[in-house]
């Protein structure tokens, strides 16, 4: 292999572990008597870098680290306080609603329950170092359990309901979409409409079971999660 790409190779697991958003690489010169190589060696290694997204360069200043999406693994546990915990960061959870609502004939088909009956909605906007990344929609299908989940205040809401509750729930379908965001997905992602949403709806039933507890409807932003589908 090149070594350019050895030096880049390295440079992008030391960026992963230790540098933060907005943070500068060493300059060129302290790089190349690291790899023991020449300045032309180096600038390669870091066309790399800035070719995937990895880095920018400022003139005058060096080559900044930019921030990196998350990645958000799709299979049957997922769900988006272990995904980010698993990947070092510190999420946050906001309940925006919380409320018992009539379902509709759309939801009443997801859910598998009558049109006559209530639901529970929880909207949540979730959070890693301050900046929003997804807002949640979650439709229960059970109106029993609103006398405990009127008090989930933060946190994950899985976890919440296999504490509360000892309810432990179990990704059925996942259908992901992406479209432009809704004037409140702008205000609560705090993004504008050149920036889509990726849209991703969720059917989780009860472990062991085959009732349907859950229908999600989760929008991200595809500059800060990435989705990855394992087989």
Known sequence: MRIYLNISRQLESDIRQYFRPGEYLPPEMQL???FRVNRHTVRRAIDELVANGLVQRHQGKGNMVLRQPHLYRLHDGAHFTGNLLEQGSLPSSQVIKSRLIPVNSKLAMELQVEQEQKIIHI???????????????HYLSNPDWWSVLRHFRQ???HDFLRKTLELELKRKSTRLSARAPSNEECRLLQINKSVPVMRIKT???L??????????VSS???DLIEYVVEH
């Not at 909207?123 to 929609?137: D, F, M, S, W, Y």
């Not at 472990?207 to 999600?216: K, L, M, P, T, V």
């Open 32 to 34: 190349a008597e690291r």
């Open 123 to 137: 909207q949540t906007l979730r959070k890693t170092e301050g900046i929003p990344r997804c807002v949640i929609n």
């Open 155 to 157: 946190g994950s809401l």
């Open 203 to 205: 059917r989780n039933q």
């Open 207 to 216: 472990r062991g079971s085959d009732q349907i507890a859950e229908f999600s």
């Open 220 to 222: 991200s932003r595809s």
